[in-house]
């Protein structure tokens, strides 16, 4: 199983980024998909999750009403819109798979799977 991260880099306070992430190597339709992040000297936090059956999808505080999780089942590809950046936002994005995840989208043990990691910078 592979699920590679990319998208990320450099922009500036109120740009736009979308992430995506590939997967392969597993029946991707059957995987709740969520997105984490890493900031420097920081633990890594739930962003935003989709599931694998109804497509719902569910967000952090901190990124509601700015970031958007979708999927797209027909690639094997996650995404993550993210609007309105800040530098807060500043982080590495992970993706990762669970498998018919139906709880507990927000903890990291949760998922069974895992992405390497893009790095997003959000500059003042």
């Known amino acids: 199983v592979q699920l590679q991260a990319s998208g990320g880099g450099l922009v500036q306070a109120g740009g736009s980024l979308r992430l995506s992430c590939a997967a392969s190597?597993?029946?991707?339709?059957?995987?709740?998909l969520g997105w984490f992040r890493q900031a420097p000297g920081k633990e890594r936090e739930f962003v935003a999750a989709?599931?694998?059956?109804?497509?719902?999808?569910y967000y952090s505080d901190s990124v509601k009403g700015r970031f958007t999780i979708s999927r797209d089942n027909a690639k094997n590809t996650v995404y993550l819109q993210m609007n309105s950046l800040k530098p807060d936002d500043t982080a590495i994005y992970y993706c990762?798979?669970?498998?018919?995840?139906?709880?507990?989208?927000?903890?990291?043990?949760?998922?069974?799977?895992w992405g390497q990691g893009t790095q997003v910078t959000v500059s003042s």
């Open positions: 190597g597993l029946t991707f339709s059957s995987y709740t």
């Open positions: 989709i599931t694998w059956n109804s497509g719902k999808t």
């Open positions: 990762a798979a669970d498998w018919r995840g139906a709880t507990d989208w927000g903890r990291q043990s949760t998922y069974d799977y």
